[in-house]
DNA sequence: CTTATGAGTCTTTTT
DNA sequence: GACTCATAAG
């Protein structure tokens, strides 16, 4: 400690490049902040210095961070070092930030504030509406893919008539995409909804288009600083351009409410607010969601006089932790020299495990954590990380089997739930009864005999009236619909009109009904929850209880937020992150994949399933940059653990019921080998094990990758499976093949309900046409035709009381009588 | 119109 | 293996 720490306690105990980082006064400011080296620290420290100098208000500071959680953090402790005044600073996500921005501006360009937020779902739904309507089907076009391919687009900033002028409009292809896309961009403005990309590019165009906006939200936010640079796209990229850019004079005073002459020069110009970024390319993993590594890499060359500070010394780690992090990530070639130390001393070394299946490396995991659980270590304090979802299954399992409370970050979210997207597609029916995707929704949930039929034609009568799908609903007697649906439709609407009427009443003098009390009236109009109570099945049980704890949510909200609309609720729902809900991590181990795991630390770190196929994962293969980008994530992975970290696999692996060996991810070779302390080497169960026995099990052709020699192949099927190896789609086509097989085989061990002589030809029988079978429901028939062949080969049967069938041979409950009469 | 069943499809990461 | 989709039966 020197002594000017006495001059300024906001730099107490910071080193010399945090405290240059905090007092720096550039307008351009790029802080590259190695994993661990206190950026948080050093965001929150500037922050509150620039307020506590006077040389920024509040509520000129606009801070984007990456989560809703990490928003609120930094606002607490801003708040913390000043004592007060941190209530007017902006500090949110981009998305948040650029929906508090358009329910100001909405109406500036034909949106009601009300608008209603597609998550992808809603999206992907609409898509699949409009790929049926257009035809667009027999293009092969999935909803998914033309929602990835628009949304790659969009965050480009490219809208469906940019995209045009550069397509190739003789491919058909191009076409009826060009077509879905404008269509896609129709619906929503009908709908008045934003999909997740629109939030950030309307904002820009917003900007681009009203100048005087524009100039508005500049003069406002002098101070813009960036957390996680590295993972904005271009859309967010452009979006601080538009917020950083000097105002000329003439727009200036055009502006209807005029500026603080203080902000401006004497010429009248209003000069760029200064911008602050903070990330480190090394931690770039969002490639996929359009993240745009080279905005961190270029910054000095986009902002000429920017200054660079580095953050290289990492207070979170121990030296053999980095030392492993380092020798990863040296290995990406096109990266900034960058090197992390510490003072900490060297710290445990990392231990390894290499289990026999991921049941076995799940049980290293759980019994490990019950040790360090003896030995005085908080369950919060461990976390368990994993490269996909599907993984959490056999961790959970064994979590479970010994009684460690654990949590799972994201996965399938709350939010994400039928049930709570059915009481959400209320709340936002009300809000926006001319919203196509709540209203079909809610419409069957529950189920109240209203149809696809009704359903399309009340949609009809609106959309061609111009009127709300509600309105559509309580004209529904002009439309001649069946007196059975007309009266649940009937019902429904009053419902709705009650409710929109509590969320927003005609009357000025009455105040809108908090959330929870119209959620609460929804479920009881419409039982719902005393539907699902009916029904013995204990799912819906659960599901129930999801609603109830959707009211407790619901009603938390209303406390938190006194006057607090149903919008604000939406909105506030529809932008929770994962790592949003980690709330209370006290007691429990918390579970999540690398994504999830980013910007957070704990002391311990399972860093689990670390194998060639999944760390590198097996789709990143193929995409350029792939294996750079999975390198980054391991990074990210490795440099959470502050005291100790675990690396772990499995030398089997099953999905889909089906076993396959595995490989040591190569990441694993990179690091030196003293650093790790094996319990369990790959090379003790390696392929060994695999050639051994389990190959009869798993089948031929699916052998490659590695796994060589030493089985019992013969020549020719191992050429099989070179080939097999050779092409991604024969792989998988092998791979379903083995999977069927391995279906029947299953099959024919059980026990089989019906008689015997079935069972014992249920799989394998060859059939032509004239053969009779008995069929185990549709009795005697005879085969009319056969097509497909091999494993589909589907037999056409008559059959003498049931009229023709088609059936799959290998799989239908059928035997063979006679041959031809 | 709803529900049950079988077949077919897709598996990376997420604001 | 989980989920969706299409189809047939209730």
Redesign the pocket.
Known sequence: MSFSDHADPLLAGLNEQQRTAVVSKSKALLIVAGAGSGKTRVLTHRIAHLIRQRIAWPSQILAIT???KAAAEMRQRVGQLLGEGAESMWVS????ACVRILRKEAERFGYVSGFTIY??ADSRALL?RLIKESGAEAYNF????VG?KI?RLKNELKTASDYAATARVTDPREAVFVELFSAYEQELRRANAFD??DL?AQTVYLFRAFPDVAAKYRARFRWVLIDEYQDTNHAQYALVRELTKATPADAIAALKTPLNPALLTPAGDLPGAALTVVGDSDQS??A??GADIRNIVDFESDFSDAEVVKLEQNYRSTQNILDAANAIIAENFDRQEKSLWTASGPGNKIVGFAGYSQHDEARFVAEEIERLHNDGVAYGQIAVFY????QT?ALEELLMRAAIPYRVL????FYDR?EIKDAIAYLTSIVNPYDPISWSRLL?AP?????????AQIAVFAETNEISYHEAMLRCAEIGI?A??RNAVLSLAQTLKQATELAAPTAAAVKPRPVGEILEMILKETRYLETLRAKRDPQDEARAENLEELIAVAKEFDAANSGGTVIEFLTQVS??????ELDDISGTVSL?????AKGLEFPYVFLTGVEEGLLP????LN?PG?VA??RR?MYVGVTRAEKQLYLTLASTR????DIAATVPSRFLQDIPETLIDWRQTPDQIGHRCYAGGSLQTTGSGYGGGGSGGGSGYSAGQRRDAAAADRSQAAK?RER?QQ?TAS?LNGKQTKPISFGTPIAQNYNDITLEIGDRIEHETYGIGSVRLIT?SGN?S?AHVSFEE??E?K??IR???IIKITGKD
């Open positions: 990456f989560t809703n996500t981009f998305h948040s998550d992808s699949k999935t909803p998914a893919a990835n949304s997740f990309d950030i993993i969002y996929f969601r490269r996909t979802n599907a299954r994201g996965g399938t979210k039928a069957s189920k109240r005999g209203i149809g696809a039929v009704t359903e069946g059975k649906a932008l929770v992150a994962a790592v949003d999540m994949t690398l994504h999830t994962h097996q789709m990143s995409e792939g980008e999975e994530l099953s999905q889909f019921g998988w379903k999977l279906r497909g589909k589907v049931h009229g069938k059936l799959l799989l239908a409950p």
